[in-house]
């Protein structure tokens, strides 16, 4: 089993539905990524999570740290949405460093 | 806002060949960096944790011999994929955050296709 499981793996959309993307894990974490990447690879970093929930434009993500779940919610999503939605755990690797293991994203598709 | 830049965003190369790919923190020093590998339809894994100034750190099942890494300055990192092979074709990624601060967000360059022929 896979340390973080995401959910849908493939998701299609009309324009201005509601999304919902999740991420469970099963590692002590100290915070937790929701990361973009687009068709030719490149990633942003959308939200740094280490309690309760963030807001940026049309995007939420929600945090439960006792369940070991997050959800990143994409609000009137519009075709420009459309990527690879990628949930990454920080967590200690020994001594002082810190690592990200990743989830194997999400195909958000939003049609017009 | 902070700025990694990864380069050549492509390579083909035929087998045998060394290759390059330089990380670099354009408007933040990063005393830690990451290079990660990601397989068609595979999540992105760590390959090694590289720090300034003292050796980098890799993953279990990370060849360190065949993955030169040389983190030489606060802005930059890099990754050298020697006698690259056709198993070494895969998308390369490096990552940093100022100062290697944990309370903040990693900041990704755009990546390097890698094709060995």
Not at chain 1, 14 to 21: C, L, M, R, S
Not at chain 1, 86 to 102: E, M, W
Not at chain 2, 81 to 88: K, L
Request: charged letters at 15%; hydrophobic letters at 35%; aromatic letters at 8%.
């Amino acid at each position: 089993k896979n340390e973080v499981e995401q959910s849908p793996q493939n998701l299609t959309a009309q324009e201005g539905e509601f999304i919902t993307i999740n991420c469970s894990y099963s590692v002590g974490i100290s915070a937790l990524h929701w990361l973009q990447q687009h068709p030719g690879g490149g990633i942003v970093s959308l939200f740094m999570l280490s309690s309760a929930k963030k807001k940026h434009g049309r995007l939420i993500a929600t945090i439960n740290i006792q369940e070991k779940h997050s959800s990143l919610h994409i609000t009137a999503s519009h075709p420009r949405d459309s990527a690879v939605y990628i949930c990454a755990v920080r967590s200690r690797s020994g001594g002082s460093n810190y690592k990200l293991t990743f989830g194997k994203g999400t195909l958000l598709t939003v049609n017009p | 806002g902070a700025v990694v830049s990864q380069h050549p965003s492509r390579v083909i190369c035929k087998s045998g060949t060394s290759v390059k790919i330089e990380c670099r923190s354009l408007d933040f020093q990063a005393t830690t960096m990451f290079w990660y590998r990601q397989f068609p339809k595979q999540s992105l894994m760590l390959m090694a944790t590289s720090n300034e100034g003292s050796k980098a750190t890799y993953e279990q099942g990370v060849e360190k011999d065949k993955f030169l890494i040389n983190h030489a300055s606060l802005t930059l990192s890099t990754l050298t994929v020697t006698s690259a092979h056709p198993e070494d074709s895969s998308f390369y990624i490096c990552s940093a955050s100022p100062r290697g601060l944990i309370s903040q967000p990693q900041h990704f360059g755009d990546g390097t296709r890698l094709s060995i022929l």
